[in-house]
């Protein structure tokens, strides 16, 4: 009887052995096959506008077709400067394995918080400018992203208004205390100095500003120029308005401010903006690379695009010479 039990725990002894084998060589091929961990990003993003917003989705579908398990922390500042900073801190704080930096503001909170946490940002115009990284080839530390300003994008802009729709005098309206902006209104300042253009400008703190900085220019400009600052962007609609009932031509920064009402813009997809930068998310996170050895990103595909329904409204004729890509 003993011999017999000696047996038996020897054969249920092998079993177990054999069945721990196989659980551990089916965890070997998962973990193979795919990246089972789940992460959690932090997202940090200024204010509510759609670019902002397609930059976001596309960051996430770029994650989900990477096939990656993710729990998202999201927070808006909705353009407080106070809550953006208290955002920051809140993400380094809540364990988060990567923060995604939506818009200058965000990523410089960020950045200020964390020098551990890998950081990646969109919606960046000038990331050497806003001390995120060190160049945009080498961008060391824990910070990378891409950036939202092609390099034709203002001096395409600025010679379309003076060629094609003969402008003289051209109105902006910024935040001065955007850092993306203040580099956006230096870049046009020094592009005009070789044009017959004059640049009148009508700065903001806060988006209620924007309906009286617009009502300032009327009678001083012939058209309006709205670069990618996220206060008047997000506020885009009351400068439509005003600049529909003065007939005024609107370019715009971005073509999702091109729906909303502007006249033309050069621009890209934010969503594909977003998408790069969650590519860039993923390699981080695999393990595959450190921000500092990610190079920093600048968009790739330039279109300019005419909305139909705002030139008909100002009584703008749509040339054939523009080549534009045309939006309702």
């Not at 932090?42 to 759609?50: A, K, L």
């Not at 400067?81 to 960020?110: E, R």
């Not at 009351?238 to 006249?263: C, I, Q």
């Not at 968009?299 to 009584?315: C, H, Q, R, Y």
Request: overall charge negative; hydrophobic content about 40%; proline content about 3%.
């Amino acid at each position: 009887m003993k011999i017999y039990l000696k047996k038996m725990a020897v054969v249920i002894f092998g079993a177990a052995l054999l069945l721990g084998a196989c659980g551990e060589g089916e965890k070997k091929e998962s973990s193979a096959n795919g990246d089972t961990k789940k992460y959690k990003i932090g997202v940090t993003q200024i204010v509510e506008h759609p670019s902002l917003n397609a930059a976001y989705d596309g960051f996430k579908k770029a994650l989900e077709d990477a096939g990656l398990d993710v729990e998202y922390v999201v927070q808006n500042a909705q353009n407080d400067n106070s809550a953006n900073t208290t955002i920051a801190t809140n993400l380094v704080n809540s364990g988060v394995d990567l923060i995604f930096a939506n818009s200058t503001p965000s990523a410089q909170a960020v950045a200020s918080a964390t020098q551990e946490i890998p950081i990646v940002f969109t919606s960046v115009t000038d990331a050497v400018g806003a001390e995120l990284v060190e160049s945009l080839e080498s961008p060391g530390g824990n910070v990378t992203g891409t950036i939202d300003l092609h390099p034709d994008v203002i001096p395409q802009t600025l010679k379309f208004l003076q060629e094609q729709l003969s402008a003289k005098n051209v109105g902006i309206i910024y935040n001065a205390g955007e850092q993306n902006a203040r580099v956006q209104v230096d870049k046009i300042h020094e592009v005009v100095k070789d044009m017959d253009l004059t640049i009148v400008e009508a700065p903001v703190a806060t988006s209620a500003d924007v309906k009286q900085a617009v009502d300032s220019l009327i009678g001083k400009v012939d058209s309006l120029y709205i670069i990618k600052d996220n206060t008047v962007v997000s506020a885009l609609e009351t400068v439509t308005s005003v600049a529909f009932d003065n007939k005024l031509p609107m370019m715009v920064g971005e073509l999702d401010s091109v729906k909303r009402g502007g006249l033309a813009a050069y621009g890209f997809s934010y969503h594909d903006l977003g998408y790069e930068t969650g590519q860039m998310a993923v390699k981080i996170l695999k393990g595959e690379s450190k921000p500092s050895e990610l190079p920093v990103q600048v968009p790739k595909k330039l279109k300019f695009v005419v909305n139909e329904d705002t030139a008909s409204k100002i009584g703008l004729e749509i040339k054939e010479e523009w080549k534009a890509e045309l939006s309702e």
